[in-house]
């Protein structure tokens, strides 16, 4: 995602008609100009500094997730001098609104410099807590994405026990499933809560097209393909934050419903560069023969009408509300599954928030197992292809129940 850069072209004043309101229901829980870490003292900071393993300027919070008391903060290695990829902050105390970011499970697991040969965290762009207290962490594997691109180790799963914060299983993706431009920047568990040993993994490949199925039982995965994982060639073009800039990233947001009837799941999918959702029950993923084999079972739902592109896709269990990051109308919208059960189209979707100063670049979004909806939002485009200015506020978390941000939408239920 975001990786697949053709052209770029900044322009100066950009004004989008439909970008108009300003963010009222969101919460800002943090905000940060630049981040900074949690080092043991002041002279392993300045170390860090001076070796240039940390150049602030680079860092920039990605994706979030929340368990419990911690919020999950990924910063994938674009650039050099990225400290940690995989951090969190504690949500036991949110007076501090610029708090430092603590490296998880701790800052050796995530050096890449390191010389001893245990695990290392490479470069992370969203994780998943289960219901099995359980984090799920993809790891691209590439370093310096934007320069010398290298590839300390192929792209891995990454599972610790939230309890113990151990490494519980590591998992390469198998090589034949790799193709040149792959890229696997998402990460979604399908699990119930009584059987933990049943989880599967869904991990889209946004670069070629595909999404590797895991199964944690049998530790072992496929690879389905599909005409719908790829992009819509006439949905690939930008405008974020007066940048104008375009992608080809192929299947990336994907969301789960409740367990059905059936025992399965539908998963809502589309590709990050698609205004389109499409669907398709978990019992075709989860059965290799069936995934690659039933062409019909793929649906489309429709399209959310022009401008709407999504990255990160979640939904809310309780309400049935499937929420997505709006990225080219610097907001989150809504779609209710249980109110419009197969109408998808403009009018059925909504747009819970948005604001063209503090939302720039929606990036990744979570619902919370109390039904909270945590967004993060980064500029990500004017870090990539512009200038993020260091003296004004780049990065922030909001944080708002459910049924309060889909309020006065087509997606509220009363
Ligand atoms: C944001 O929207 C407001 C209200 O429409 C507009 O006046 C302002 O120029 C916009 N700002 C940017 C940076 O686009
Ligand atoms: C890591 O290094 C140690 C000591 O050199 C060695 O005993 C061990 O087998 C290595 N482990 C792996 C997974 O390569
Ligand atoms: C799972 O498969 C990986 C191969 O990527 C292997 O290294 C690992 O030991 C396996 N783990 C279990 C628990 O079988
Ligand atoms: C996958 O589906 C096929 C066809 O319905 C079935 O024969 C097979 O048993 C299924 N495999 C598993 C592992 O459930």
Redesign the pocket.
């Known amino acids: 995602m975001e990786f697949k850069v053709i052209k770029t072209v900044i322009f100066g004043m950009l004004t989008l008609a439909l970008v108009q309101a300003k963010n009222g229901k969101l919460k800002e829980v943090f905000s940060w100009k630049q981040v900074d870490f949690a080092f043991p003292s002041e002279a392993a900071r300045k170390a860090a500094i001076d070796s240039g393993a940390f150049i602030k300027e680079h860092n920039l919070p990605l994706g979030l997730e929340v368990y419990k008391d911690k919020l999950f903060i990924t910063l994938p290695r674009w650039k050099a001098g990225i400290l940690a990829t995989l951090t969190y902050v504690s949500l036991k105390d949110t007076s501090n609104k610029s708090p430092n970011l603590i490296p998880y499970p701790n800052f050796e697991a995530n050096d890449i410099h390191k010389k001893d040969n245990s695990t290392t965290i490479v470069s992370v762009f969203r994780v998943r807590a289960d219901q099995c207290h359980r984090l799920w962490v993809m790891d691209t594997g590439v370093t310096d994405i934007l320069g010398s691109s290298e590839h300390i180790t192929s792209p891995k799963l990454l599972v610790y026990d939230l309890k113990t914060d151990t490494l519980i ?4 993706i198998k090589k034949e499933h790799i193709k040149e431009p792959s890229f696997f920047a998402n990460v979604i568990i399908d699990v119930t809560s009584d059987k933990c040993d049943k989880a599967f993994a869904y991990l889209p490949d946004l670069g070629s097209n595909a999404v590797i199925v895991y199964s944690w039982e049998s ?1 072992d995965s496929w690879r389905v393909e599909h005409h719908f994982f790829h992009m819509d060639p006439l949905a690939g073009n930008y405008h974020v934050g007066g940048v104008n800039f375009q992608w080809v990233d192929g299947v990336f947001g994907m969301a789960l419903s409740p367990v059905q009837e059936d025992g399965y799941r539908t998963v809502y999918f589309h590709a990050l560069s698609s205004t389109r959702e499409f669907a398709v029950s978990s019992r075709i993923l989860q059965n290799e023969t069936l995934a690659s084999n039933s062409y019909y079972e793929y649906k489309q739902l429709g399209s959310r009408g022009p401008n709407s592109q999504a990255t990160a896709s979640f939904l809310d269990e309780k309400s049935g509300v499937l929420l997505y990051t709006q990225i080219n109308k610097d907001g989150v919208g809504c779609w209710n599954s249980f109110k419009h059960g197969t109408e998808y189209s403009a009018d059925t979707n909504g747009l819970v928030a948005s604001d063209n100063e503090t939302m720039i670049f929606p990036n990744d979004l979570k619902v919370d197992t109390e039904s909270n909806l945590w967004v993060l939002t980064d500029r990500l485009p004017l870090y990539l292809h512009g200038k993020l200015d260091t003296q004004d506020v780049n990065y922030r978390i909001f944080k708002a129940p459910v049924s309060e941000a889909i309020k006065g939408t087509v997606c509220d239920t009363a």
């Open positions: 299983r590591e998992y390469y530790n």
